[in-house]
């Protein structure tokens, strides 16, 4: 089934420690974000690649890192985790000309649970 | 800069009642606007959304929403509640050109009383 798969569902990690979000999409979407849902703030923009190969920064980037090496995979890594990065992660994507139309539909992923403790 | 306001982070209506969500947004450019939903534990889904043309969409599961740009509204609607209507609903909104990153308003919890 097509679709976006990130990994783990959930994890709990020491504050400090590093930690990577995987997110791999089978659509061949050229664009590719990753989100932070907070209760009460709704969903907020980390990161995000237009193709593989470049990324940019959203709205609350710090802390965190991302890499495009290929179409179908965007990581997000976690140098040091710290508390406030405890928070339900999303990663989505989208295509205008795969969805053939001229605005960005995206397509989301189960999430990821973090747990900073 | 754009930005989106949904009033009310909580809403109850009774099943077989007219479901009312409302999104105001701000936006420099002209929008494209979208309401996705999120069902407990889940990702989030694309119910409908307005891009140019017809100002009321249609989408799934019965709701529809209707672009009001005089009001910069963008309100969704249900004629008559379902129990599995219960979730949360989110109005986003994107300029329409290049840029195609979305701003989230914060979020709307759905209860449905039998």
């Known amino acids: 089934i097509a679709g976006i798969t990130q990994a783990p569902t959930s994890q709990i990690l020491a504050a400090g420690r590093r930690m990577t979000l995987r997110c791999t999409q089978d659509?061949?979407?050229?664009?590719m974000y990753w989100y932070r849902q907070d209760l009460g703030l709704g969903l907020r923009l980390i990161h995000y690649?237009?193709?593989?190969?470049?990324?940019g920064k959203g709205e609350v980037p710090d802390g965190y890192s991302v890499s495009r090496a290929n179409t179908d995979d965007f990581p997000l890594t976690l140098a040091s985790a710290v508390p406030s990065q405890t928070s339900v992660y999303f990663c989505?994507?989208?295509?205008?000309?795969?969805?053939?139309?001229?605005?960005?539909?995206?397509?989301f992923g189960p999430g990821t649970r973090l747990t900073v403790t | 800069a754009q930005s989106v306001t949904q009033l009310g982070s909580h809403v109850s209506v009774s099943e077989g009642a007219l479901v009312l969500l409302r999104c105001n947004y701000s936006?420099?450019?002209?929008?494209?606007l979208f309401w996705y939903v999120q069902y407990p534990n889940q990702g989030l889904q694309l119910l409908l959304k307005?891009?140019?043309?017809?100002?009321l969409v249609k989408g799934i599961n019965g709701f529809e929403a209707e672009f009001k740009k005089s009001e910069t509204s963008f309100h969704l609607t249900k004629p008559s509640a379902h129990m599995s209507d219960a979730a949360e609903y989110f109005c986003?909104?994107?300029?329409?050109?290049?840029?195609?990153?979305?701003?989230f308003g914060t979020g709307t919890r759905l209860t449905i009383i039998p």
């Open positions: 989505a994507s989208s295509d205008p000309f795969k969805s053939g139309t001229t605005f960005y539909e995206q397509y």
């Open positions: 659509m061949r979407h050229n664009a």
């Open positions: 690649s237009n193709t593989a190969g470049t990324t």
């Open positions: 936006s420099s450019v002209p929008p494209y």
């Open positions: 307005y891009t140019t043309g017809a100002t």
């Open positions: 986003a909104v994107s300029p329409n050109f290049g840029n195609e990153k979305l701003t």
